[in-house]
């Protein structure tokens, strides 16, 4: 990768007004080579710009090189071992987020963590853990669900789901996920049409937990009768755990949905860009 002086990069974004397409196709070929590392030298340009042409250059060529790198480390991500779910969000967070630091994700989350667990007792019985979980993150912390702005796309980020404390099923039920990883209790997420749960599954007892509506304790009975409302055949996956890569699809199909109630063209198409990535 080339590296230019700051003279040099200068003279090159002087160029991006240029009534030649030609030349500007070849100066915003030659600022996207140089990859992610001029996205602060970019954004100071704008700052300092009085060129609304070249302000507006500056935004695409910014944004074209956020979301490059956003989907590089998504990438990385699926073909990670892991596939740590926190790790998995924040990417997708930086989507509308991009100067949100993973660490700054992650001491939220450990805060909220810290709260649960300072209520918790591992030697109560399950439905009692999942009591105490619910009573601090529903209660004390007053995590809610998001019904006004339903279809909203922040509701598909943490950051902005942790400030508001509202969200959608699937975010409700990632930060539950991750507080109960973090506890060493067997919670995982289970993709049903239309809801998104989680279900308690140890070798002794298996429940659900609905997130969106106060973490609300059901049997596989009633996810039974929600299928046959529904009129959908009973499938084995409807009742077991997804994996962390389901769950990022799905917030990815949730925030497709949400940019084309809003008409935003290009976001839907960067949205499925991802979901390709993740789901392919």
């Not at 506890?183 to 809801?195: A, R």
């Not at 809003?262 to 979901?275: F, I, R, Y």
Request: aromatic letters at 12%.
């Amino acid at each position: 990768m080339e590296k230019l002086t700051p003279k040099e990069l200068n003279a090159l974004i002087s160029l991006l007004d240029d009534t030649d397409m030609e030349v500007k196709t070849h100066v915003r070929d030659r600022i996207i080579a140089l990859g992610s590392d001029v996205i602060p030298f970019l954004e100071k340009k704008w700052e300092d710009s009085f060129n609304p042409e070249i302000q507006k250059e500056i935004e695409e060529l910014v944004h074209f090189l956020q979301f490059d790198l956003l989907k590089h480390r998504l990438k990385d991500w699926k073909n990670s071992p892991d596939q740590d779910l926190l790790a998995g969000l924040w990417i997708l967070n930086t989507y509308q987020y991009p100067d949100l630091e993973f660490e700054k994700l992650n001491a939220d989350m450990h805060q909220i963590y810290f709260e649960v667990w300072t209520a918790f007792r591992n030697d109560l019985q399950p439905y009692e853990q999942v009591r105490i979980i619910n009573s601090v993150l529903f209660n004390q912390l007053r995590f809610s669900a998001n019904t006004k702005n339903f279809h909203s796309p922040g509701n598909s980020m943490l950051s902005n789901v942790l400030d508001t404390k509202k969200g959608n099923p699937i975010s409700l039920a990632a930060i539950y996920l991750l507080v109960a990883k973090k506890l060493g209790i067997p919670i995982y997420g289970v993709n049903l049409p239309n809801l998104f749960v989680l279900t308690y599954k140890s070798k002794d007892i298996t429940f659900y937990i609905n997130a969106f509506n106060k973490g609300l304790v059901f049997s596989r009975q009633d996810i039974s009768n929600y299928l046959e409302h529904l009129k959908i055949d009973a499938r084995e996956e409807y009742f077991e755990p997804c994996s962390n890569e389901d769950i990022i699809a799905r917030f990815l199909r949730n925030l497709v949905v949400a940019f084309e109630k809003l008409g935003e063209v290009e976001k839907v198409e960067e949205a499925k860009e991802m979901l390709a990535i993740v789901s392919p």
